[in-house]
């Protein structure tokens, strides 16, 4: 099982390189290889580590602990075909791991991040429409139950076009160097990361490729179905590739109009999940 | 840290990942155990693995607060 | 009953009221567990601040006083979250939530900074009012059911109202706005990582598990 781990950490990995990559040929540039990430990965687990003087040590080092442990955890949640609201929380438990690594160091940098990451939990309600919807179809939120329903009457994807946009906006809001990533924007050096460098900064690097592995990879079996592994891992590709061109083409919003942004899809999620609901019942 | 706490921490995490998948495969445990064993051992595994190929040099230091 | 956090894993009921586990809540609750426990184990952070009218900074440091009120809110906090997460009875939970409240209440009041106290204050006074629909939600479902055991509400048969589903949902956003003063604080620069990251993580999972019972019962 250790296999699939390490599989999908440098997959992760791959993936946001290439997320640079695609982001940098849009902006004409020449842009990183795309295993970069995974050798920034590597370089800074060779770096010297210690933890800052004021910070609060145990608190410091066991955020990076729990980040890894709840994304490892919901790979398996995911490859099990176990309940989807267990990976629901372990989303938005992130937050509080991102607040964590932010508040634990006592830089003001990362504090901001921290912070940043708490008044954006706005990002969060349209997973929890994707989820409601989702059930109102289903009747179940077993992952395994709603493959099999999309085995018989076809794709959430096509059956409930919204639902999908909902998650993949959700999985944007995410993604680095997109419209909605005030967390580690560049007036806050490297936001709520700013402190944590050399093997911390290594684990935060496998926390993020777990994270854009699992997401990815429930994104295609949430809406897509039971498909091969190969394939799976070819159309995880291409939305992340689609998730870079929206990266690419949008600036990064000031953290008020972030959450507004953020705020007015939710309304619209909801609204869309109330009539749903209306018309189903 | 201290390099003995890492080379611990290191030992003790490739111990249980390799017991807990040496158990699944004689499936001597279920499935759920193996995950949860990983999922306790594997963040240790990739912390101590860092700290130990460069066991803690620097001084403590401030956090970085502008230039 | 719907199968939504996976089948149950643990069941211990007193009659009618009971405790359970499903794969959902046991995360949860471990989640909450873990986090108590790195309140009991770390120190608060100093957080550093520039000096107005100069190139100086210096450290806050958290007294020793507030540190111990701070600490023991907080694990108090984690104890009445853990109990919101294992509890299959209604009122068990609510009671638990609206502990949380008053618990993030302690937290963020115990720093002797204006700023601060004020956002305690409004916090304080939206958890005291969200208090209202959350145990009403609760008597509105037992008036009309005739229990609180989630299980027994989710084998069916039971017409529980929605406005009563709603008013428990209204209630724990209500107790569970705390990240957002807590953040409002924060951006005064109170110290005190894990007592803060308590509040978060206990308003975000009575928020998580409200969703469950929704939608199971």
């Given at each position: 099982m250790i296999e699939y781990l390490v599989f999908a950490a440098v997959f992760g990995l791959l993936l946001l390189g290439i997320h640079r990559k695609v982001i940098a040929r849009i902006q004409i540039?020449?842009?990183?290889?795309?295993?970069q990430e995974i050798l920034h990965a590597l370089k800074f687990s060779f770096k010297s580590t210690w933890v800052p003087k004021t910070a609060s040590s145990a608190l410091f080092v066991a955020v990076v602990l729990v980040g890894i442990g709840i994304w490892s955890a919901a790979l398996f949640v995911v490859l099990a075909g176990e309940s989807?609201?267990?990976?629901?929380?372990?989303?938005?438990?992130?937050?509080?791991?991102?607040?964590?690594?932010?508040?634990?160091?006592?830089?003001?940098?990362?504090?901001?991040?921290?912070v940043r990451s708490v008044i954006s939990a706005a990002s969060e309600i349209p997973l929890f429409v994707t989820i409601a919807a989702i059930y109102l179809f289903t009747g179940?939120?077993?992952?395994?139950?709603?493959?099999?329903?999309?085995?018989?009457?076809?794709?959430?994807?096509?059956?409930a076009p919204p639902v999908a946009l909902a998650m993949y906006i959700v999985i944007l809001s995410k993604m680095p160097y997109g419209p909605f990533s005030i967390v580690e924007?560049?007036?806050?050096?490297?936001?709520?990361?700013?402190?944590?460098?050399?093997?911390?900064?290594?684990?935060?690097?496998?926390?993020?490729?777990?994270?854009?592995?699992?997401?990815?990879?429930?994104?295609?079996?949430?809406?897509?179905?039971?498909v091969p592994f190969w394939a799976a891992l070819i159309i995880m590709t291409a939305v992340l590739i689609s998730l870079s061109f929206v990266?690419?083409?949008?600036?990064?919003?000031?953290?008020?109009?972030?959450?507004?942004?953020?705020?007015?899809?939710?309304?619209?999620?909801?609204?869309?999940?109330?009539c749903l609901w209306w018309v189903m019942s | 840290m201290k390099?003995?706490?890492?080379?611990?921490?290191?030992?003790?995490?490739?111990?249980?990942?390799?017991?807990?998948?040496?158990?699944?495969?004689?499936?001597?445990?279920?499935?759920?155990?193996?995950?949860?064993?990983?999922?306790?051992?594997?963040p240790v595994l990739v912390l101590s693995l860092g700290l130990w190929w460069r066991a803690p040099g620097g001084e403590e230091d401030i956090p970085f607060i502008g230039y | 009953m719907p199968d939504i956090g996976g089948s149950d894993l643990f069941v211990l009921a007193f009659g009618d009221i009971l405790h359970y586990f499903n794969p959902y809540t046991a995360t949860l609750?471990?989640?909450?567990?873990?986090?108590?426990?790195?309140?009991?184990?770390?120190?608060?952070?100093?957080?550093?601040?520039?000096?107005?009218?100069?190139?100086?900074?210096?450290?806050?440091?958290?007294?020793?006083?507030?540190?111990?009120?701070?600490?023991?809110?907080?694990?108090?906090?984690?104890?009445a979250s853990m109990g919101a997460m294992a509890s299959g009875d209604i009122f068990n939970f609510t009671l638990f939530v609206s502990l949380v409240g008053i618990t993030n209440v302690g937290i963020v009041s115990a720093v002797r900074i204006r700023h601060v106290l004020n956002a305690a204050y409004e916090y304080g006074i939206v958890a005291m009012v969200a208090t209202l629909p959350l145990f009403g939600g609760a008597a509105l479902i037992l008036g009309t059911t005739g229990t609180l055991s989630i299980q027994a509400l989710a084998a069916g048969g039971f017409a529980v109202p929605l406005v009563g589903k709603a008013l428990l949902a209204l209630g724990v956003i209500g107790e569970g706005m705390a990240p957002f003063y807590a953040a409002k604080a924060e951006m005064f620069r109170a110290p005190g990582a894990p007592y803060v990251i308590m509040c978060s993580l206990s308003s975000l999972l009575i928020f998580l598990r409200v969703v469950e019972i929704v939608i199971t019962i």
């Open positions: 540039r020449p842009g990183p290889p795309i295993w989807i609201l267990i990976l629901f929380a372990i989303y938005m438990l992130h937050k509080i791991v991102e607040h964590g690594y932010g508040l634990s160091s006592g830089s003001p940098y990362g504090k901001f991040g921290g179940s939120l077993i992952l395994r139950d709603i493959t099999a329903y999309q085995d018989i009457h076809g794709p959430l994807l096509l059956i924007s560049k007036e806050l050096v490297s936001g709520y990361k700013t402190e944590h460098f050399g093997a911390w900064r290594a684990g935060l690097a496998v926390t993020d490729g777990l994270k854009t592995f699992v997401l990815l990879y429930a994104f295609v079996a949430i809406f897509i179905g039971a990266c690419a083409v949008t600036p990064m919003l000031s953290p008020f109009d972030s959450v507004t942004v953020q705020g007015i899809i939710t309304g619209l999620m909801l609204i869309y999940a109330g | 390099q003995k706490t890492v080379t611990c921490g290191l030992a003790a995490s490739v111990i249980a990942i390799v017991a807990a998948c040496a158990a699944l495969a004689a499936a001597l445990i279920p499935p759920w155990v193996a995950a949860a064993v990983l999922v306790a051992a594997f | 609750f471990l989640l909450a567990l873990l986090f108590t426990g790195l309140v009991i184990a770390s120190r608060p952070e100093r957080q550093l601040d520039i000096a107005f009218g100069g190139d100086a900074y210096y450290a806050k440091m958290t007294t020793v006083s507030e540190m111990r009120f701070r600490r023991f809110m907080a694990i108090a906090c984690g104890l």
